[in-house]
């Protein structure tokens, strides 16, 4: 499985910004929960949503109310809509499955930093 993520890029504070991250090989994608992760400089990766495969959707307190998830199984996409975008989110950005479900194998991620 490959996972490569995009759209990410230099944006403002209080900005929005969509990442998307589309994942290709041998897998059946819309039977799989999928979720978004990030690092920060000098930080953990720390996870920060995920989707299941019945659009059930769940928000780590540090975005809930300014991040969206969504998938698309058509295009085996699974997207991050940021909005009101602070400081403390710059980090890569990266998709797998959630915590708990075996993680494949690590894409290069997507950088969004925030600008004050």
């Known amino acids: 499985v490959q996972l490569q993520a995009s759209g990410g890029g230099l944006v403002q504070a209080g900005g929005s910004l969509r990442i998307s991250c589309v994942v290709s090989g041998d897998i059946v994608f819309n039977i799989n929960p999928l979720a978004w992760y990030r690092q920060a400089p000098g930080k953990q990766r720390e996870w920060i949503a995920a989707?299941?495969?019945?659009?059930?959707?769940n928000l780590a307190d540090s975005v809930k109310g300014r991040f969206t998830i969504s998938r698309d199984n058509a295009k085996k996409t699974v997207y991050l809509q940021m909005t009101s975008l602070v400081d403390e989110d710059t980090a890569v950005y990266y998709c797998?499955?959630?915590?708990?479900?075996?993680?494949?194998?690590w894409g290069q991620g997507t950088q969004v930093t925030v600008s004050s």
């Open positions: 989707i299941t495969s019945g659009n059930a959707v």
């Open positions: 797998n499955r959630p915590v708990g479900w075996p993680v494949w194998s």
